[in-house]
């Protein structure tokens, strides 16, 4: 309160100090209420993002023996039997699902049944591995095994073609590590989710396409032996702390790691395409992009790294304004790339989007019994042959 006994000037300049002070309070909270609420979603989500790991921190890595070899050998890959009860699988040569639906389903995860359903993806080089269900240890061994046949029979260019509410954090990051280490893309359709611990996988994807929502929720600690909030906040930490480790060597923001932890479990907080895209979680790779850029450089040239980013920005300012569904994403840009002197003649297979190339190209037996022509590497792509012709006609983006 102000004195009476106060000089009449220092009660006037106390007056106008509080008058301001109240007015940029005002003004803030409206700022505040301005603010657009991030989209959340009350759910009861049995998969989630749920942790069952050891608390005790992991050992540290011995220093690396001095070798005369280039590469060290290969884990010996592992074919006990396994059965895949967390989720369908189904294996396709072919990326258009409008037109040909999610392949052909995979009943096992032994080497004989694998061969025989990929041998068919050998000549064109490229496979898609469609996977509905919960992130468990049976994905990370489909992951696994479908990469090392892919490895043998030669099939370059994979497609993880997601739909997944979540699952174990521990086998999310083993996946994804596997997965960066892969040379795969994932995929995200519309009508399919990504959720919780399966966000981790989109992380370690060499290229990400989103169109379905991807969400995010509190981590869950499984077989806690905590009785108070303080000893569950300290295994939580030690998790989230893994996850941060996890996000950071495959290229995406940490904040994601913070931003799960805000939301509770029981609730999903949907994340809009600007935030996934600033997370690192869709388009390319950051971390794998630096990689391919000096490799690139070397076997392609300046220029086509060059006109290659070029691309990169045309396409995400052209296409991911106008085209919602994953068919036409990919319509569109490789309606765009001609623009951008892609595919390369040099580098074909290094060039945007060179999996549909090889999916399209029909296989060289069929052509021979045919007699037929050779099919034009671009060739419209399912149902987005009229965006296709559309863009044609948009000039390069410099």
Not at 78 to 107: K, R, T
Not at 226 to 231: I, N
Not at 270 to 283: A, K, P, Y
Request: proline letters at 7%; one cysteine or more.
């Amino acid at each position: 309160m102000i004195s009476r006994t106060a000089p009449a000037a220092f009660r006037l300049l106390l007056v106008l100090a509080t008058l301001l002070v109240s007015t940029a309070c005002q003004r803030e909270a409206q700022r505040g209420a301005a603010l657009p609420a991030p989209e959340v979603e009350a759910v009861a989500e049995a998969d989630g993002a749920v942790s069952v790991g050891p608390m005790a921190p992991a050992p540290p890595e011995p220093p690396p023996v001095a070798t005369n070899k280039k590469t060290a050998a290969p884990a010996v890959p592992d074919w006990s039997p396994v059965s895949l009860q967390s989720g369908l699988a189904w294996l396709s040569c072919d990326l258009d699902y409008s037109s040909h639906g999610d392949g052909a389903p995979v009943p096992a995860l032994d080497r004989e049944t694998l061969d025989e359903l990929m041998g068919t993806c050998t000549e064109r080089g490229v496979l898609r591995l469609r996977y509905r269900g919960r992130i468990t240890a049976d994905f990370v061994a489909l992951v696994e095994r479908v990469t090392r046949v892919a490895d043998a029979l030669g099939i370059r260019k994979r497609v993880l073609d997601l739909d997944s509410a979540g699952g174990m954090v521990e086998d999310a990051i083993r996946a994804g590590d596997f997965i960066a280490e892969s040379r795969w893309t994932i995929w995200v359709r519309e009508e399919s989710i990504c959720h919780s611990a399966c966000v981790f996988l989109l992380s370690a994807g060499d290229v990400r396409r989103i169109a379905g929502n991807v969400g995010i929720h509190r981590l869950i600690r499984m077989s806690s032996t905590a009785t108070t909030r303080a000893e569950l906040n300290a295994e939580l930490r030690l998790v989230h702390g893994r996850v941060r480790d996890y996000l950071e060597r495959n290229g995406s923001s940490v904040d994601v790691a913070d931003l799960m932890m805000a939301v509770p479990n029981r609730s999903l907080r949907m994340l809009s395409d600007d935030e996934l895209l600033r997370f690192g979680l869709d388009g390319v790779n950051p971390a794998q992009d630096d990689l391919d850029r000096l490799r690139l450089q070397r076997e392609c040239g300046d220029d086509f790294v060059s006109r290659r980013d070029a691309f990169a920005r045309a396409f995400d300012r052209q296409c991911r304004e106008d085209d919602s569904e994953l068919d036409e994403l990919n319509a569109c840009g490789l309606a765009l790339r001609g623009n951008f002197g892609f595919p390369d003649a040099d580098c074909p297979a290094e060039s945007p989007l060179s999996e549909f190339d090889l999916a399209q190209a029909e296989p060289a037996s069929a052509k021979e019994a045919a007699g037929a022509p050779k099919t034009p590497q671009g060739a419209p792509y399912g149902e987005g042959q009229a965006a296709m012709q559309q863009l044609q006609s948009i000039p390069p983006t410099q």
